[in-house]
Protein backbone atom coordinates (compact mmCIF):
# COMPACT_ATOMS: atom_id res chain seq x y z
CA UNK A 1 0.00 0.00 0.00
CA UNK A 2 3.09 2.26 0.22
CA UNK A 3 4.25 2.44 -3.49
CA UNK A 4 2.57 4.29 -6.43
CA UNK A 5 -1.37 4.61 -5.95
CA UNK A 6 -3.87 7.32 -7.08
CA UNK A 7 -4.57 10.45 -4.71
CA UNK A 8 -8.23 8.59 -4.12
CA UNK A 9 -6.50 5.60 -2.54
CA UNK A 10 -4.82 7.78 -0.38
CA UNK A 11 -6.98 9.99 1.01
CA UNK A 12 -8.63 7.55 2.94
CA UNK A 13 -6.34 6.94 5.26
CA UNK A 14 -6.32 10.76 6.14
CA UNK A 15 -9.78 11.03 6.24
CA UNK A 16 -9.46 8.63 9.14
CA UNK A 17 -6.56 10.42 10.24
CA UNK A 18 -8.62 13.94 10.30
CA UNK A 19 -11.76 11.78 11.97
CA UNK A 20 -9.11 10.71 14.91
CA UNK A 21 -8.06 14.17 15.70
CA UNK A 22 -11.62 15.97 15.23
CA UNK A 23 -12.67 13.01 18.43
CA UNK A 24 -9.42 14.06 20.30
CA UNK A 25 -8.50 10.03 20.20
CA UNK A 26 -5.28 10.19 22.90
CA UNK A 27 -3.67 6.92 22.51
CA UNK A 28 -3.84 4.67 19.22
CA UNK A 29 -2.75 0.92 19.46
CA UNK A 30 -1.73 -1.34 16.80
CA UNK A 31 -0.48 -4.00 15.12
CA UNK A 32 1.16 -3.07 11.96
CA UNK A 33 -0.60 -3.62 8.90
CA UNK A 34 -0.35 -2.37 5.55
CA UNK A 35 -3.76 -1.05 4.83
CA UNK A 36 -2.51 1.05 8.13
CA UNK A 37 0.67 2.26 7.32
CA UNK A 38 -0.01 5.06 5.89
CA UNK A 39 -2.58 6.54 9.14
CA UNK A 40 0.12 4.66 11.55
CA UNK A 41 2.75 7.04 10.39
CA UNK A 42 0.76 10.00 10.58
CA UNK A 43 -0.41 9.24 14.13
CA UNK A 44 3.42 9.02 14.99
CA UNK A 45 3.89 12.43 13.68
CA UNK A 46 0.81 13.85 15.80
CA UNK A 47 2.18 15.51 18.85
CA UNK A 48 -1.31 14.94 20.82
CA UNK A 49 -1.75 11.35 20.34
CA UNK A 50 0.22 8.52 21.47
CA UNK A 51 1.27 5.61 19.49
CA UNK A 52 1.36 1.93 20.78
CA UNK A 53 2.13 -1.00 19.19
CA UNK A 54 1.19 -3.95 20.36
CA UNK A 55 2.87 -7.74 19.84
CA UNK A 56 -0.47 -9.18 20.02
CA UNK A 57 -3.88 -7.19 19.45
CA UNK A 58 -5.21 -8.78 22.91
CA UNK A 59 -3.08 -6.62 24.33
CA UNK A 60 -4.65 -3.12 23.18
CA UNK A 61 -8.20 -4.12 24.11
CA UNK A 62 -6.56 -3.67 27.95
CA UNK A 63 -4.25 -1.02 26.73
CA UNK A 64 -7.91 0.99 25.32
CA UNK A 65 -9.64 0.14 28.46
CA UNK A 66 -7.08 1.40 30.91
CA UNK A 67 -6.89 4.48 28.78
CA UNK A 68 -10.81 4.57 29.24
CA UNK A 69 -10.60 4.73 32.95
CA UNK A 70 -8.28 7.48 33.01
CA UNK A 71 -10.96 9.44 30.82
CA UNK A 72 -8.49 9.53 27.20
CA UNK A 73 -10.34 8.38 24.38
CA UNK A 74 -8.10 5.43 22.15
CA UNK A 75 -8.45 3.99 18.81
CA UNK A 76 -7.01 0.42 17.80
CA UNK A 77 -5.51 -0.49 14.43
CA UNK A 78 -5.22 -3.92 13.16
CA UNK A 79 -6.30 -6.55 10.30
CA UNK A 80 -8.57 -8.93 10.37
CA UNK A 81 -6.22 -11.72 11.06
CA UNK A 82 -6.13 -10.70 14.35
CA UNK A 83 -9.39 -10.53 15.89
CA UNK A 84 -10.03 -14.40 16.69
CA UNK A 85 -6.62 -13.13 18.90
CA UNK A 86 -9.27 -10.62 20.66
CA UNK A 87 -11.62 -12.61 21.78
CA UNK A 88 -11.42 -13.37 25.56
CA UNK A 89 -9.70 -10.21 26.15
CA UNK A 90 -12.89 -8.66 24.99
CA UNK A 91 -14.86 -9.63 28.06
CA UNK A 92 -13.02 -6.89 29.62
CA UNK A 93 -15.30 -4.41 27.61
CA UNK A 94 -18.15 -6.39 27.68
CA UNK A 95 -18.02 -6.75 31.45
CA UNK A 96 -17.70 -3.59 32.46
CA UNK A 97 -19.02 -1.75 29.75
CA UNK A 98 -15.85 -0.13 28.36
CA UNK A 99 -16.11 1.97 25.14
CA UNK A 100 -14.33 0.73 22.31
CA UNK A 101 -13.50 1.49 19.10
CA UNK A 102 -11.34 -0.46 16.07
CA UNK A 103 -10.58 -0.11 12.79
CA UNK A 104 -9.98 -3.36 10.76
CA UNK A 105 -8.10 -3.84 7.69
CA UNK A 106 -9.79 -6.88 5.61
CA UNK A 107 -8.13 -9.49 4.30
CA UNK A 108 -9.08 -12.94 2.94
CA UNK A 109 -12.41 -11.45 1.21
CA UNK A 110 -11.31 -9.68 -2.27
CA UNK A 111 -8.78 -11.00 -4.38
CA UNK A 112 -6.97 -12.99 -1.54
CA UNK A 113 -3.64 -14.47 -2.66
CA UNK A 114 -3.01 -16.22 0.32
CA UNK A 115 -5.72 -18.54 1.59
CA UNK A 116 -4.19 -18.77 5.24
CA UNK A 117 -5.73 -15.02 5.03
CA UNK A 118 -9.43 -16.52 3.87
CA UNK A 119 -10.84 -18.52 7.66
CA UNK A 120 -9.99 -15.33 9.54
CA UNK A 121 -11.49 -12.61 6.47
CA UNK A 122 -14.32 -14.53 6.61
CA UNK A 123 -15.35 -14.88 10.31
CA UNK A 124 -13.89 -11.40 11.49
CA UNK A 125 -17.37 -9.76 11.46
CA UNK A 126 -18.99 -13.15 13.58
CA UNK A 127 -16.15 -13.42 15.58
CA UNK A 128 -16.73 -9.47 16.56
CA UNK A 129 -20.86 -10.33 17.41
CA UNK A 130 -19.53 -13.12 19.50
CA UNK A 131 -18.26 -11.00 21.71
CA UNK A 132 -21.37 -8.18 21.29
CA UNK A 133 -19.00 -5.65 19.35
CA UNK A 134 -20.94 -3.58 16.81
CA UNK A 135 -19.51 -3.79 13.07
CA UNK A 136 -20.06 -1.09 10.52
CA UNK A 137 -18.32 -2.20 6.66
CA UNK A 138 -16.67 0.61 4.32
CA UNK A 139 -15.89 -0.73 0.98
CA UNK A 140 -15.55 2.74 -1.04
CA UNK A 141 -13.50 5.26 -0.66
CA UNK A 142 -16.54 7.59 -0.23
CA UNK A 143 -18.04 6.10 2.55
CA UNK A 144 -14.74 6.13 4.81
CA UNK A 145 -14.80 9.73 6.80
CA UNK A 146 -18.89 8.84 7.17
CA UNK A 147 -18.81 5.62 8.78
CA UNK A 148 -15.51 6.24 11.22
CA UNK A 149 -17.08 9.54 12.13
CA UNK A 150 -20.59 7.56 12.86
CA UNK A 151 -19.00 4.79 15.04
CA UNK A 152 -16.71 7.27 16.94
CA UNK A 153 -19.63 8.85 18.24
CA UNK A 154 -21.74 5.51 19.44
CA UNK A 155 -18.52 4.85 21.15
CA UNK A 156 -17.36 7.96 22.88
CA UNK A 157 -20.47 9.41 23.20
CA UNK A 158 -22.76 6.31 23.50
CA UNK A 159 -19.96 4.39 25.11
CA UNK A 160 -21.02 1.58 22.81
CA UNK A 161 -18.29 -1.22 21.36
CA UNK A 162 -18.03 -0.78 17.41
CA UNK A 163 -15.58 -2.58 14.80
CA UNK A 164 -15.31 -0.74 11.11
CA UNK A 165 -14.08 -3.33 8.67
CA UNK A 166 -12.33 -1.27 6.12
CA UNK A 167 -12.96 -3.38 2.70
CA UNK A 168 -10.43 -5.47 1.28
CA UNK A 169 -11.74 -3.61 -1.97
CA UNK A 170 -11.39 -0.66 -0.90
CA UNK A 171 -7.33 -0.88 0.46
CA UNK A 172 -6.61 -2.90 -2.62
CA UNK A 173 -5.80 -6.82 -2.72
CA UNK A 174 -1.89 -7.21 -1.49
CA UNK A 175 -0.14 -8.46 -4.40
CA UNK A 176 3.61 -9.86 -4.55
CA UNK B 1 8.83 -16.99 53.43
CA UNK B 2 6.60 -13.69 52.64
CA UNK B 3 3.12 -13.69 53.51
CA UNK B 4 1.43 -12.58 50.31
CA UNK B 5 -1.05 -10.57 52.33
CA UNK B 6 1.65 -9.12 54.56
CA UNK B 7 3.28 -7.84 51.28
CA UNK B 8 0.22 -6.67 49.70
CA UNK B 9 -0.95 -4.73 53.11
CA UNK B 10 2.08 -3.24 53.58
CA UNK B 11 2.32 -1.95 50.00
CA UNK B 12 -0.98 -0.15 49.57
CA UNK B 13 -0.55 1.09 53.52
CA UNK B 14 0.35 4.76 52.43
CA UNK B 15 -0.90 4.53 48.95
CA UNK B 16 -2.14 8.17 48.66
CA UNK B 17 -3.29 8.48 45.25
CA UNK B 18 -1.87 5.57 43.94
CA UNK B 19 -4.60 3.64 41.34
CA UNK B 20 -4.30 0.03 41.69
CA UNK B 21 -5.45 -2.88 38.94
CA UNK B 22 -5.17 -6.41 39.96
CA UNK B 23 -4.93 -9.19 38.00
CA UNK B 24 -7.55 -12.04 38.12
CA UNK B 25 -7.00 -14.71 41.02
CA UNK B 26 -5.16 -14.45 44.43
CA UNK B 27 -4.02 -11.23 43.79
CA UNK B 28 -7.35 -9.64 43.23
CA UNK B 29 -8.43 -11.17 46.73
CA UNK B 30 -5.11 -9.50 48.30
CA UNK B 31 -6.01 -5.69 47.64
CA UNK B 32 -9.23 -6.29 48.45
CA UNK B 33 -8.41 -7.79 51.87
CA UNK B 34 -6.07 -4.49 51.84
CA UNK B 35 -8.90 -2.70 52.33
CA UNK B 36 -11.60 -1.53 49.33
CA UNK B 37 -11.01 1.53 47.37
CA UNK B 38 -12.27 3.65 44.92
CA UNK B 39 -9.04 4.09 43.42
CA UNK B 40 -8.87 -0.20 42.50
CA UNK B 41 -9.74 -1.93 40.04
CA UNK B 42 -10.54 -5.47 40.02
CA UNK B 43 -10.19 -7.96 37.20
CA UNK B 44 -11.65 -11.46 37.48
CA UNK B 45 -10.92 -12.20 33.98
CA UNK B 46 -8.90 -11.01 31.05
CA UNK B 47 -5.86 -12.93 31.70
CA UNK B 48 -3.17 -11.36 31.03
CA UNK B 49 -4.48 -8.18 30.59
CA UNK B 50 -3.95 -6.24 34.00
CA UNK B 51 -0.17 -5.20 33.29
CA UNK B 52 -1.61 -3.62 30.07
CA UNK B 53 -4.85 -1.86 31.24
CA UNK B 54 -2.16 -0.46 33.73
CA UNK B 55 -0.41 0.64 31.16
CA UNK B 56 -3.71 2.69 29.02
CA UNK B 57 -4.04 3.77 32.57
CA UNK B 58 -0.64 5.42 33.28
CA UNK B 59 -0.49 7.23 30.34
CA UNK B 60 -4.15 8.30 30.66
CA UNK B 61 -3.17 9.91 34.29
CA UNK B 62 0.29 10.51 34.05
CA UNK B 63 0.92 12.56 37.48
CA UNK B 64 -0.35 10.08 39.15
CA UNK B 65 1.24 6.83 40.54
CA UNK B 66 -0.63 3.48 39.26
CA UNK B 67 0.32 0.01 40.50
CA UNK B 68 -0.69 -3.48 38.35
CA UNK B 69 -0.90 -6.19 41.28
CA UNK B 70 -1.09 -9.93 39.95
CA UNK B 71 0.35 -13.10 39.65
CA UNK B 72 2.94 -15.38 38.02
CA UNK B 73 0.78 -16.98 36.20
CA UNK B 74 -1.83 -14.03 34.86
CA UNK B 75 1.96 -12.34 33.87
CA UNK B 76 3.21 -15.46 31.93
CA UNK B 77 -0.27 -15.12 30.15
CA UNK B 78 1.11 -11.58 28.58
CA UNK B 79 4.84 -12.19 28.50
CA UNK B 80 4.75 -9.78 25.12
CA UNK B 81 3.57 -7.01 27.59
CA UNK B 82 6.50 -6.52 28.97
CA UNK B 83 7.72 -5.20 25.66
CA UNK B 84 4.58 -2.87 25.02
CA UNK B 85 5.38 -1.06 28.44
CA UNK B 86 9.34 -0.53 27.77
CA UNK B 87 8.36 0.89 24.55
CA UNK B 88 5.88 3.62 26.25
CA UNK B 89 8.29 3.93 29.64
CA UNK B 90 4.98 5.31 31.74
CA UNK B 91 7.36 7.00 34.78
CA UNK B 92 4.39 6.65 36.84
CA UNK B 93 4.05 2.40 36.08
CA UNK B 94 4.48 -0.31 38.39
CA UNK B 95 4.13 -3.59 37.79
CA UNK B 96 3.79 -5.84 40.91
CA UNK B 97 4.14 -10.13 40.37
CA UNK B 98 3.31 -12.12 43.31
CA UNK B 99 5.62 -14.96 42.51
CA UNK B 100 4.02 -18.21 44.04
CA UNK B 101 5.62 -20.38 41.32
CA UNK B 102 1.95 -22.06 40.90
CA UNK B 103 -1.39 -21.66 39.29
CA UNK B 104 -3.22 -21.41 43.05
CA UNK B 105 -6.84 -20.98 41.26
CA UNK B 106 -6.99 -24.19 39.17
CA UNK B 107 -5.28 -26.98 41.45
CA UNK B 108 -1.93 -25.83 42.99
CA UNK B 109 -0.53 -26.60 39.20
CA UNK B 110 2.95 -25.48 39.23
CA UNK B 111 4.24 -22.24 36.92
CA UNK B 112 6.75 -21.92 34.16
CA UNK B 113 8.29 -19.12 36.91
CA UNK B 114 8.14 -22.23 39.40
CA UNK B 115 10.39 -24.29 36.61
CA UNK B 116 12.99 -21.47 36.35
CA UNK B 117 11.49 -18.93 34.35
CA UNK B 118 12.29 -15.22 35.95
CA UNK B 119 9.79 -12.84 35.10
CA UNK B 120 11.96 -10.40 36.15
CA UNK B 121 15.07 -11.09 33.85
CA UNK B 122 12.83 -11.27 31.13
CA UNK B 123 10.99 -7.52 31.62
CA UNK B 124 14.78 -6.37 31.36
CA UNK B 125 15.80 -7.98 28.86
CA UNK B 126 12.42 -6.14 26.93
CA UNK B 127 13.75 -2.94 28.14
CA UNK B 128 12.58 -2.55 31.67
CA UNK B 129 15.54 -1.40 33.41
CA UNK B 130 13.99 -0.81 37.00
CA UNK B 131 13.15 -4.87 37.06
CA UNK B 132 14.19 -6.59 40.04
CA UNK B 133 13.55 -9.69 42.57
CA UNK B 134 12.16 -9.14 46.00
CA UNK B 135 12.13 -12.01 48.78
CA UNK B 136 12.37 -9.86 52.10
CA UNK B 137 10.14 -7.36 53.90
CA UNK B 138 13.33 -4.65 53.41
CA UNK B 139 12.46 -4.97 49.81
CA UNK B 140 9.12 -4.72 49.87
CA UNK B 141 9.63 -1.76 52.07
CA UNK B 142 11.69 -0.02 49.71
CA UNK B 143 9.44 -0.78 46.82
CA UNK B 144 6.10 0.69 48.84
CA UNK B 145 7.84 4.36 49.32
CA UNK B 146 9.18 4.01 45.70
CA UNK B 147 5.48 2.96 44.42
CA UNK B 148 3.92 6.53 45.37
CA UNK B 149 6.41 8.54 43.49
CA UNK B 150 5.43 8.84 39.84
CA UNK B 151 8.74 9.39 37.64
CA UNK B 152 11.00 6.30 38.90
CA UNK B 153 9.02 4.02 36.74
CA UNK B 154 8.40 1.91 34.76
CA UNK B 155 9.33 -0.73 37.05
CA UNK B 156 8.82 -4.49 37.69
CA UNK B 157 9.16 -6.18 40.79
CA UNK B 158 8.61 -9.86 41.11
CA UNK B 159 7.96 -10.70 44.77
CA UNK B 160 8.69 -14.15 45.95
CA UNK B 161 5.76 -15.12 48.24
CA UNK B 162 4.69 -18.13 50.03
CA UNK B 163 2.84 -20.90 47.80
CA UNK B 164 0.13 -21.34 50.93
CA UNK B 165 -3.16 -19.49 49.98
CA UNK B 166 -5.12 -17.21 52.16
CA UNK B 167 -8.28 -17.23 53.35
CA UNK B 168 -10.64 -15.78 49.84
CA UNK B 169 -11.98 -11.88 50.62
CA UNK B 170 -13.88 -10.96 47.18
CA UNK B 171 -14.41 -7.63 46.21
CA UNK B 172 -17.48 -6.64 43.63
CA UNK B 173 -17.26 -9.05 40.36
CA UNK B 174 -19.86 -6.12 38.73
CA UNK B 175 -17.01 -4.36 36.29
CA UNK B 176 -19.48 -1.51 35.55
CA UNK B 177 -19.63 -0.58 38.97
CA UNK B 178 -15.78 -0.44 39.29
CA UNK B 179 -15.21 0.81 36.36
CA UNK B 180 -17.59 3.78 36.93
CA UNK B 181 -16.54 4.47 40.81
CA UNK B 182 -12.87 4.89 39.59
CA UNK B 183 -14.15 7.23 36.97
CA UNK B 184 -15.86 9.14 39.66
CA UNK B 185 -13.07 9.16 42.01
CA UNK B 186 -10.49 10.33 39.12
CA UNK B 187 -13.05 13.13 38.23
CA UNK B 188 -13.45 11.78 34.68
CA UNK B 189 -16.43 11.42 32.20
CA UNK B 190 -17.37 7.88 31.83
Known amino acids: MDGSVSAEAVAWPDAIFAALRQWQVRQVVYVPDGGHARLIRSIHAEPSMRAIPLTTEEEGIAVLSGAALGGQRGVMLMQSSGVGNCVNMLSLVKTCGFPFLALVTMRGEWGEFNPWQVPMGSTTEAAFKLMGVETRRADRVEDVADTVNAAARMVFEGGSAVAVLLGQRLIGAKVF | ?190
Open chain 2, 1 to 190: MLDRRDVVARLLANRGETMVVTGLGAATYDVAAAGDDARNFYLWGAMGGAALMGLGLALAQPEKPVVVVTGDGEQLMGLGGFATIALQAPANLTVVVLDNGLYGETGGQQSHTGRGVDLAAVARSCGIAEASRIADMAGVETLATAITKPGSGPRVAVIEIDPAEAPRVLPSRDGAYVRGRMQAALGVAA
